[in-house]
DNA sequence: GGCTAAATCTCGTGC
DNA sequence: GCACGAGGTTTAGCC
């Protein structure tokens, strides 16, 4: 990694280094006391304080404090960005053309800027998505202490997409949705609107609506019993270790099918 | 601010100097080649690559790609960052403990680590809210509009809480669900429950669903049609100067006010 | 601490 | 390019 650091230069200075830095698309890391302002989707100011920008290669734009998971300003990816001195400040514009948005730094003082090549070709592998959880329980139902037949994934319907669709031991149809964090009203709702729809566009009365998750708000819990839904608890470190084994024959067999393309040929 | 660069020391001097920096919550950056693994309420794992890693004065930790606005992996707090040299690596690990969550860093190589004394106490003013756009439009419901005496704001009914509600001129309830950005489905789903909800807790049929919001789209519209709900545009332009003028007008009021302190204490 | 909903949400995916 | 939904969402507000 090559990496260059500035310290002590006049604003002015600083702004050449920074504009051929981000022009060359080189990470950079300044170190800054400076007020910001927003203005875009919504507004915001932001008084004189200490933080550090950090403009990415691809010109994501990041103003951090020195508290704090989430920047206080920022630019997912920005159009334009650009350095000026004006009246005894650096002025750095970070503009993005859809939507329109402009942050506007105004820096009184630059204590550190660092300019890094900077490389990372490695790949991220996620896992225990809600994808990986719905895929499992298609291939394996009963997981859910259930007896189903799974005949859709991610089944079309008026308002959605419906996770899991299929038929039980007595011929019900089963609209399945699956969350794989606490589930909330939110989620009862989802589920049953989907309900209502495939009752309608089916004309049967007959369809069971369950929602899976590892766990359920209280109230939550008490509206879905009162719609006539149901709800079954998920164990996640079970699906885990499932899901581990799996990888393990997986890459032994190095098999590459994709189970939802599968179920949407049918 | 006080800076302090460190280059080309050994990984067990770069443990020491991390060590005290996090110990005594300073802010520190890191410019390392590195893999990462999660484990909490999701796993991942990403292979090596040069990174960027901030660990803020209150432990918030994040490691950033070269690219992209998002952190690959982070910690919004740590309880314990630890710092150890195993078998010729940095070894980094942020633990959170609710949930229980791990991040370990695997540094072969540390390019610049960068210790700050940083602070910032200036204030975020953040507008355009939706808070802000509610409250406007229940001292002023005629902006969408509408002959409406509005009684309640944030009002709680079973599945959630009503933005606004109140009573039209022909004495009908109006419930309004509020959005800032284009709305969809799920707004339009929003409305639908807390409609249902007041319909049925006070045993009428004349309530009305009001969903306003500066767009909504096509589905949302017809979905929204269909369940005999109403829309009504924003014009987030109209609002946006008459909150500029309010704001103008009560910071005229407040600098009067404390002139007026002033004048008393004289 | 649980719950509810917003967010300059961002990001991926499908059409 | 829009729409829709997930996210290790995070964050704020309220009880």
């Known amino acids: 990694m090559n990496v260059r650091v500035y310290q002590g230069l006049s604003l002015g200075e600083y702004r050449e280094v920074l504009e051929k830095a981000v022009r060359e698309h080189k990470l950079v890391l300044v170190l800054t006391t400076c ?145 794989r964090v606490t589930a909330t009203k939110e989620a009862v709702n989802q589920l049953h609107r989907y309900v209502v729809a495939v009752k309608k566009s089916l004309g049967r009365r007959d369809v069971r609506g369950i929602l899976v998750a590892p766990s359920i708000t209280k109230s939550a819990l008490e509206y879905l019993e009162r719609l006539g839904l149901e709800y079954k608890q998920l164990n996640l470190k079970q699906l885990r270790r499932i899901l581990e084994e799996e990888k393990k024959t997986k890459s032994e067999k190095k098999s590459g099918a994709n189970l939802l393309e599968f179920f949407r040929k049918r």
Chains 1, 2 share one sequence.
């Open 35 to 179: 007020s910001v302002d927003y203005e875009g989707r919504g507004a915001s100011t932001l008084g004189e304080g200490e933080r550090v920008i950090i403009i990415k290669r691809d010109w994501a734009f990041l103003i951090h404090r020195p508290n704090g998971y989430s920047p206080v300003n920022w630019q997912p990816q920005s159009s334009v960005i650009d350095f000026e001195v004006e009246g005894g400040l650096l002025v750095i514009k970070a503009v993005r053309s859809r939507p329109r948005e402009i942050v506007t730094v105004r820096a009184s003082d630059v204590s550190l800027v660092v300019v890094a090549d900077m490389s990372d070709k490695a790949e991220f592998v996620e896992y225990v998505s809600e994808h990986e959880i719905r895929d499992l329980i298609a291939r394996n139902p009963s997981i859910i202490g259930e007896e189903l037949k799974i005949t859709s994934i991610e089944k079309p319907v008026e308002p959605g997409f419906v996770d899991l669709y299929g038929i039980d031991s007595n011929n019900r149809i089963v609209v399945i949705e699956l969350k």
